[in-house]
């Protein structure tokens, strides 16, 4: 894997820190591989992610706005945002229109892809939630992900020893 590769002679608690930063990878990547290639505990490798994911979401709540009107500004942009908001209007709104809020913290919190703290920052800014309140509710998502992603990190390591 790419990302590996950038991140191998790093400590592994910022290795692990950066994984989850990345969205291909987040932390439904960044725990298992904390564990099973940094050889991190269980609690280490969900604190750093978590810890990532959190900061990733700070950032990405509260520049999406700025960054998306700056890059539309060009053909490339216009299209990847046109494209980008389409696709997350139509995987969230329904469940948006359904449940509310804790619409958002269900869609983070389950481990799949395409389900994760960039989507669901996408997903906050464009139904218009409060940037605060979209930070607190991806967070709880992030935490619960993080707690599932672990448990079953820590299953599958049990299972292979």
């Known amino acids: 894997m790419f990302f590996l590769e950038l991140v191998k002679n790093l400590p592994a608690e910022l290795a692990t820190f950066l994984l989850a930063l990345i969205p291909v990878t987040e932390l439904r990547a ?7 290639w940094f050889n991190l505990p269980i609690l280490q490798a969900f604190f750093w992610s978590v810890l990532g994911s959190i900061f990733i979401t700070l950032v990405l709540v509260y520049l999406i706005d700025i960054v998306s009107k700056q890059l539309m500004k060009f053909k490339l942009g216009l299209k990847f945002f046109t494209w980008l908001f389409a696709r997350t209007r139509r995987k969230f709104e329904g469940k948006y229109l359904k449940y509310g809020e ?4 269900i869609f983070v919190a389950i481990p799949l892809p395409i389900t994760g703290v960039w989507t669901g920052s996408v997903a ?5 939630i ?3 309140r979209s930070v607190l509710l991806i967070s709880l998502g992030t935490l619960i992900a993080g707690i599932i992603v672990s448990v079953l990190t820590y299953i599958g390591v049990l299972a292979f020893k």
């Open 124 to 128: 906050a800014f464009l139904f218009g």
């Open 130 to 132: 409060d940037r605060m």
């Open 102 to 105: 804790i619409a958002l913290v």
């Open 30 to 36: 960044s725990i298992p591989i904390a564990v099973g």
